[in-house]
């Protein structure tokens, strides 16, 4: 896969499966600014085997453009609840034993005040089939799955972040926050 503009992907790394196959979550943020200012990640996944209300495109639409909050009766098969966005560039959050088959990805990001600032859904079918990615192999995941997050309207453009990078924000644990 190709790398898209904006900050290196993010992996973070989720077991999925009943065999405990491994899965790599590329979390992409449209810039470095955007992941600065990002507080706390959560990454939920579901079911993705439906139709309706609970298609993948419909629980995408309902979990990005609405209040984030599924269609009704759909829970997540996993989620990592709120981590600081760090955790995330460190792969430090896991699943088990979610099944394989098709899922959807949800990523919401909140900034410092708590609201939510960016979103991001994607729709993949998660199967035990290696890749011949050589970072795949390195990392120990059968394969990628890339959640794209976008800005929402109360993401906090005329804010500035106090640390110069993602090394300073965490490794150094600066505050990004103005």
């Known amino acids: 896969m190709s790398p898209a503009r904006g900050l290196p992907p993010l992996l973070l790394l989720c077991s999925l499966a009943c065999q405990s196959e491994a899965v790599g979550v590329r979390l992409r943020f449209p810039s470095e600014r955007t992941f600065l200012l ?9 079911d993705g085997e439906g139709t309706g209300d609970t ?3 419909a629980i995408c639409r309902a979990l990005s453009v609405q209040s984030s909050v599924a269609p009704a009766g759909l829970q997540p098969l996993a989620t990592s609840l709120n981590q600081p966005a ?3 560039a460190d792969g ?7 099944e394989t088959g098709r899922r959807v990805f949800f990523a919401e990001a909140t900034s ?3 609201l939510p600032a960016l979103r991001g859904c994607t729709v993949a079918d998660v199967y ?4 011949d990615d050589p970072e795949a192999a390195a990392l120990g995941v059968t394969g990628f799955v890339e959640v794209q997050l976008a800005t929402l309207p ?3 453009d005329e804010q500035t972040p106090s640390c ?15």
């Open 38 to 46: 990002a507080e706390t990640v959560s990454l939920s996944v579901y």
């Open 55 to 57: 298609s993948p495109d």
């Open 86 to 88: 760090c955790t995330f």
């Open 92 to 98: 430090g959050v896991s699943f088990d034993a979610v």
């Open 112 to 114: 410092a005040e708590g």
């Open 128 to 131: 035990p089939d290696p890749t």
């Open 154 to 156: 109360s993401f906090p």
């Open 164 to 178: 110069a990078n993602v090394a300073a924000k965490c490794q150094e644990n600066q505050p990004c926050a103005p």
